[in-house]
């Protein structure tokens, strides 16, 4: 009624390297497997992040990201769900396993007890006999792809920067939400 926007900052699948796995992906109709390993670091344990009020945690405030990028690759609805947890006190090393609507799969192990001489986010998507693997926004690898071995970005790509212009770009001429 009074044509405001919000707008969620699900930008993983705004990066050049969503956009190409998303094409190369295109042109196959069959059901795939994601893995994606967060490595994503400790937090003190009286971080706001923690505080399910403030922060919500680490699967609505982080791990929601990488739940939103397997919905964007895989392109159907989210059937069923399961998480399992290591036990802590934080509850912010944990499993999610996705279903999809197509019969599609994705594992998405977001582990806060990690060394930092690894990379943060690694994801593999695996299909009819090909495997794409993305190490960290940066290089992403094709195997088995018929003219396509790999990009490589000097710079990582998590995809903030084209989410704000598209952003821009609907709120200047309009236009039908991102998400």
């Not at 900052?9 to 390297?17: A, I, Q, T």
């Not at 109709?29 to 505080?51: C, E, F, M, R, Y």
């Not at 609507?101 to 060394?115: K, L, M, P, V, W």
């Not at 195997?143 to 490589?152: A, E, I, K, T, V």
Request: hydrophobic share 35%.
């Amino acid at each position: 009624r009074n044509q405001k926007k919000l707008f969620i900052g699900f930008n993983r699948r705004f990066s050049k390297f969503s956009k190409k796995i998303k094409t190369l992906l295109s042109g196959y109709d069959v059901p795939k497997a994601i893995v994606i390993n967060v490595n994503a670091g400790k937090i003190p344990l009286d971080s706001w992040i923690h505080d399910l009020d403030k922060g919500g945690g680490r699967l609505v405030g982080e791990a929601c990201h990488f739940i939103d990028f397997s919905r964007f690759i895989i392109g159907k609805k989210i059937i069923d769900y399961k998480k399992t947890s290591l036990v802590n006190k934080t509850n912010d090393t944990f499993s999610i396993n996705l279903s999809f609507e197509d019969g599609s799969i994705a594992s998405i192990n977001y582990f806060a007890n990690g060394h930092k001489s690894i990379s943060k986010e690694r994801i593999e998507i695996f299909m009819d006999g090909k495997i794409l693997y993305l190490d960290n926004f940066r290089k992403l690898k094709g195997y088995g792809w018929p003219n396509f071995s790999g990009m490589l970005s000097i710079m990582q790509d998590k995809g903030q920067t084209s989410m704000i212009k598209e952003i821009i770009q609907i709120l200047e001429k309009g236009g039908d939400p991102l998400i």
